[in-house]
């Protein structure tokens, strides 16, 4: 074998991430669990996830920083999808759950099926961003952005609980969740929706646009659970690619759908009056001053070679001392009065 053979052959094992983690937990062994296949795609996934985090940070630079809220949020949303996504695709952050229906197609025939507890660790902290982004973009009123915050947990802990229980109770915990959802795409879908069209057609549309790409995505999702976790119909791979179009549509592509629907709209238009501390007085207060309270920037010793103006407790403009020929303030008052 020449060597280029050999560095392909090398590159092809790159992926060690099954052989050093096994799928062994807590002394049981998942049988049905995802192969190196299945372990590529999540890694795939990561840096999907990781690309598009750094690149909306880097357009948050481009912004004023009272402007970068939705970039910010949406960072945070796709940085957490790639630790979840590294994790899975370590094969770590699951546990093996016993299927309640036991299949016969060499993909899925088992006891023991491999469930990523860690997946709902991440939902449970990014899709309550993702509203809050929404729900921001609609204006809508603190209180029925935390109650339908709320709705979201409790869709994804049943959803959660019901993967974890082996019996037929755990579709219990599976219509609890879609209860749950029903409620969080009414708002989303009608109070929400009209409550955005007050602001503009600007803002309408962009809480269009993303509110109907969450809404048509969301409800795919339990689609999802049922043939994954809750009915054992398809293989873990095979699952790794289903869960996995459906967060890179539902976080980077619904990320970049919002910054861009978002490119022209102050915050301040939808109530977030974010206040920068270029203008706090309490940071300026901290800056050292001259003999006469005058504020002082950087090595500057305060004396001015002109007429300057600067702004003391936020209030009335103080004009800087005059400068004398030695380098030193001459006092404004008249000794002789």
Request: glycine share 10%.
């Amino acid at each position: 074998m020449d060597p280029l053979q050999e560095q392909i052959v090398r590159l092809e094992r790159r992926n060690n991430a099954l052989r050093l983690n096994g799928n062994t937990v807590n002394g049981r062994t998942a049988d049905i669990a995802i192969t190196t296949r299945g372990s590529d795609w999540y890694f795939a996934v990561c840096a999907v996830m990781t690309v598009a985090g750094f690149a909306f940070t880097g357009l948050a630079m481009r912004k004023p920083r009272h402007t970068r809220v939705f970039h910010y949020i949406t960072s945070a949303v796709v940085f957490t999808a790639a630790i979840a996504y590294f994790c899975m695709g370590s094969n770590l952050g699951f546990t093996p759950v016993q299927v309640e229906f036991f299949r016969s197609d060499p993909k899925v025939r088992g006891t023991l099926r491999e469930m990523f507890y860690v997946r709902y660790i991440d939902w449970f902290i990014t899709t309550p961003l993702l509203l809050l982004d929404l729900m921001l973009t609609a204006g809508m009123p603190w209180p029925t952005i935390f109650f339908v915050i709320f709705a979201d947990w409790i869709m994804i802990v049943t959803g959660l609980v019901g993967a974890l229980v082996t019996s037929r109770y755990k579709w219990g915990f599976f219509t609890f969740g879609c209860f749950a959802l029903f409620y969080i795409l009414y708002h989303l879908g009608w109070e929400s929706r009209r409550n955005a069209n007050r602001y503009g057609n600007d803002v309408g549309k962009a809480f269009l646009f993303c509110g109907s790409l969450t809404s048509v995505l969301w409800l795919v999702y339990p689609i999802a659970w049922g043939v994954c976790e809750g009915g054992n119909v398809i293989a873990p791979d095979s699952e790794a690619i289903f869960y996995g179009i459906l967060d890179l549509l539902a976080k980077p592509v619904f990320g970049a759908l919002l910054i861009w629907g978002h490119r022209n709209i102050e915050p301040s238009r939808l109530g977030l009056n974010i206040a920068d501390y270029d203008n706090d007085v309490a940071v300026h207060e901290k800056r050292p001053t001259n003999d006469y309270g005058v504020l002082v920037a950087g090595n500057n010793t305060g004396v001015t070679n002109g007429a300057t103006t600067t702004t003391t407790n936020g209030t009335t403009p103080a004009a800087t001392p005059a400068s004398d020929s030695l380098g030193g303030n001459v006092p404004t008052h008249n000794p002789a009065v």
